[in-house]
């Protein structure tokens, strides 16, 4: 043979891996850029070959050869049954990097997220309505003495306060607003409860030392933040409301808050208007009672978050009484109610008053 065939042979050969090369990581490759999640379902006794077919048919996979030539030429630790979670932008590399770690979908996890400034009845409603458990079971661990001992313990924001007897639910203020995700509609009303006071306690960490130095025990603090979240919700200045509130305290006025008087009745908001007469009742919630002069309330009247719970930390110190804010959220101040009165015409007549609905 001639030094020039085999030259061509070996130019042929080349040509011929390098096609070969290109071909397997063209159909190694991701199918496509769609991300849609897609379920793979690896039952006990499967490994990396068997479910080849399965791939392919779900489109996650181009080619079920060149799969199982890279599955025999990669050392993979063994596959573990469970549903899997897999899209068709993932190479084969990818797909099997995912496999192999194990399955951590789980088709019966769900999420459930308290918004800032709800109630324990709003808690109890949502437990009802995404997991097994009934509203009246919440309330019921919520009135478990031995429980709440245990709670007390476990958490050092937590105290005897919570136990008092005029308080309505004992964790009002403490379940704090975020999204939780949780194994199955079985998880226990415990479970939900603890979850939101470890999320409560890692953002309380950051306040310690303030909390420390105030004159207010921390149910205090939250009971004020819990006001703000509702009666400051529409301001821009929380730490300014903070300081009115903490200003008619001092001086021995009652906060005059109807967002109290409402929580007093159990009536939400936006359920109806109030009687004069619930507005006059003594109740210890009730800041719009003479009773309550330079009083909190018994306990917190919602479930704040944070830029409340450190505005009641941290509020501004300024000498006014009255507050109101505008359409665009500006907040006001006064030291009087006749410029309060005017504060609130000058707007009504700019077009920036809000109007509750």
Not at 126 to 133: M, Q, R, S, Y
Not at 232 to 252: I, K, M, P, Q, T
Request: a negative charge; glycine letters at 4%; proline letters at 2%.
């Amino acid at each position: 043979m001639s030094f020039s065939n085999i030259k061509k042979i070996i130019i042929g050969l080349l040509i011929l891996i390098v096609a070969v090369f290109v071909i397997y990581n063209f159909e190694i490759s991701k199918v496509s850029n769609d991300k849609t999640n897609i379920e793979v379902q690896v039952s006990t006794g499967q490994n990396y070959l068997s479910i080849s077919k399965d791939l392919k048919e779900k489109g996650l996979i181009k080619s079920t050869f060149f799969y199982k030539i890279y599955v025999k030429t990669h050392k993979l630790n063994d596959l573990q049954a469970g549903i899997y979670n897999l899209n068709k932008s993932m190479s084969v590399k990818e797909l099997l990097n995912a496999l192999e770690k194990g399955s951590t979908y789980n088709p019966d996890a769900f999420s459930i997220t308290l918004p800032e400034g709800k109630n324990a009845r709003f808690v109890a409603s949502l437990i009802e309505k995404n997991t097994n458990n009934t509203s009246e079971q919440f309330y019921s661990v919520l009135k478990n003495n031995e429980y709440l001992d245990k709670l007390i313990n476990k958490y050092w924001f937590l105290d005897e306060s919570i136990k008092n007897e005029n308080i309505y639910y004992s964790l009002e203020g403490y379940l704090f607003p975020d999204t939780y995700e949780f194994k199955n509609k079985d998880v226990s009303i415990e479970e939900i409860i603890e979850s939101m006071l470890d999320q409560m306690g890692a953002k309380l960490s950051a306040y310690k030392t303030e909390i420390n130095n105030s004159k207010y025990s921390l149910h205090e603090i939250i009971t004020l933040a819990s006001i703000i979240e509702l009666e400051g919700a529409s301001s821009d200045d929380r730490s300014g409301v903070a300081g009115v509130f903490y200003n008619r305290l001092e001086a021995n006025w009652s906060l005059g808050s109807d967002v109290t008087t409402y929580y007093a009745e159990k009536v939400d908001i936006n359920e109806r208007e109030l009687y004069k007469a619930e507005f006059d009742k003594v109740n210890a919630y009730n800041t719009r009672s003479s009773s309550m002069r330079g009083k909190l309330p018994v306990g917190p009247i919602c479930n704040p978050g944070i830029e409340s719970i450190e505005a009641s930390i941290n509020p501004t110190d300024h000498d006014y009484f009255y507050f109101v804010a505008d359409k665009n959220k500006k907040t006001y101040f006064s030291k009087t109610s006749s410029e309060q009165d005017q504060v609130v015409a000058k707007l009504k007549k700019e077009g920036l008053w809000y109007e509750y609905k």
